[in-house]
């Protein structure tokens, strides 16, 4: 799913005044939280297609990967040069465009990124009950998309309990 697609559909569904370089702004906000907050915090929940942000020849990798999607759930990984809680931390390109391909796969993160740009927005148009209904929107979909993530990888220091 492209940056553009994500665009497209909200603009056609709520028609704003922002700028389409805004609106790439919202979304790799949104994707930063996704990467910080979801998969950061789960054994190999990273794609290897963000870049690891690790340039050393010991590393492996040379920074440049670009963003892509996830693989399908079970199938996440870490970099290949990043062991369980190693390494650099994973970093998103400078700037979005059209063509960049954002961090949550379909279907969970079309809803994540359309009521993201809904509530960005309602709230700089000072539009409050919007805001609200969006927000409500934003969290459901944020909360399929944390359990799909849930259901894929392990949470990092989670681990087997002892009694």
Known sequence: MTAGEILDRVDA?????????????????????????????????????????DTSPAGGGNGAESVGQLPPAGEVSHCSHRGAGEG?????????DQQTELLAPFPWGE?????????????????????????????????????WINRGAMPKGAGAWKM
């Not at 906000?29 to 794609?47: C, F, N, Y």
């Not at 650099?88 to 400078?94: D, N």
């Not at 009950?129 to 359990?147: F, G, M, P, T, V």
């Open 13 to 53: 569904l709520r028609p704003n005044a922002y700028s389409p370089e805004q609106k790439l702004r919202w979304l790799r906000r949104l994707d930063g939280q996704i990467l910080l907050e979801l998969l950061e915090t789960h054994e190999g929940a990273v794609p290897p297609t963000v870049a690891c942000g």
């Open 111 to 147: 809803g994540v990124y359309i009521a993201g740009l809904f509530c960005q927005i309602d709230l700089h148009n000072g539009e409050i009950q919007k805001y609200n209904q969006s927000l409500s929107l934003l969290a459901a979909a944020w909360r399929n998309l944390a359990d």
């Open 88 to 96: 650099a931390p994973a970093s998103l390109p400078a700037s979005y």
